[in-house]
């Protein structure tokens, strides 16, 4: 069936008559619905859009919105304030990039995000803050550590470690690095054995020897890892020795 414009009532005879073209159609107080859970179809002709105008922009109360796309990949265009001059473009990876379905949960305070340039560079102007990875005592001859969980671990040594496990490196070609604060309790003299392929993975110390840690109560030592090969081999440093 061909398209047909709205039928409207002609205010000045009382006429019912389809909307002519040019017109609008006048909603006010009153809303387009449809029954048994039907679709509300908008559909342009040739390249024209959808277009909504409004002061106070556009408010949607369903909570969701899904953009699809005719083979192209879907995006959002934010224009700045000067005469629509410039946008930031947000839009989905190609298709050959996903893996599954990915969400994204946006932080919950005031502030600004931050990506990569066109080299993958990221430029951060001010200062990084992170909640310190770990601040654990260790009584057990056993200890482990989860890479994944930050960049700063402190460790007060209640036991001699005699395992040390490390896990969730990043994967080879990729790194993880991280600070590890030690603290002797108020014994002291207490050791760790420092992973030598465990669970596959070997701490390299400078001169292919591990350093002697502080032995006094309290004593603090500090020291900085890193591995490149998905944690086949870290390379150990002593940032300092008997801090306290």
């Known amino acids: ?59 949607m109360e369903s909570g969701s919105i899904g953009i699809k796309n005719s083979g192209s990949v879907s995006n959002i265009k934010l224009y700045c304030e000067s005469s629509n001059a410039h946008y930031v473009q947000l839009q989905s990876p190609a298709h050959s990039a996903y893996s599954g379905n990915v969400t994204l949960t946006l932080p919950s305070t005031t502030g600004t995000l931050i990506g990569g340039d066109s080299e993958n560079v990221v430029k951060i102007d001010g200062a990084v803050s992170e909640k310190a990875a770990s601040n654990a005592t260790i009584s057990s001859t056993t200890a482990a550590l989860d890479v994944r969980d930050g960049s700063v671990f402190q460790l007060t040594l209640a036991s001699n470690i005699t395992t040390f496990n490390w896990s969730n490196h990043a994967a080879s070609g990729h790194v993880s690095s991280f600070v590890m604060k030690v603290i002797q309790d108020g014994t002291g003299s207490r050791t760790i054995a420092w992973p030598d392929g465990t669970n596959s993975v070997t701490v390299r110390w400078p001169g292919d020897t591990a350093p002697t840690l502080s032995s006094g109560a309290a004593d603090v030592d500090v020291f900085v890892f890193f591995t490149h090969d998905g944690g086949t081999n870290y390379y150990g440093f002593t940032a300092g020795l008997d801090m306290l």
Do not use: H, W, Y
């Open 1 to 59: 069936m061909a398209d047909r414009f709205p039928l409207v009532v002609d205010s000045s005879n009382n006429n019912i008559k389809e909307l002519p073209s040019g017109d609008n159609l006048d909603l006010t107080g009153s809303g387009i619905v449809t029954s048994s859970n039907g679709n509300i179809l908008l559909t342009p002709n040739g390249s024209g859009v959808v277009r909504i105008d409004g002061t106070n922009g556009i408010d």
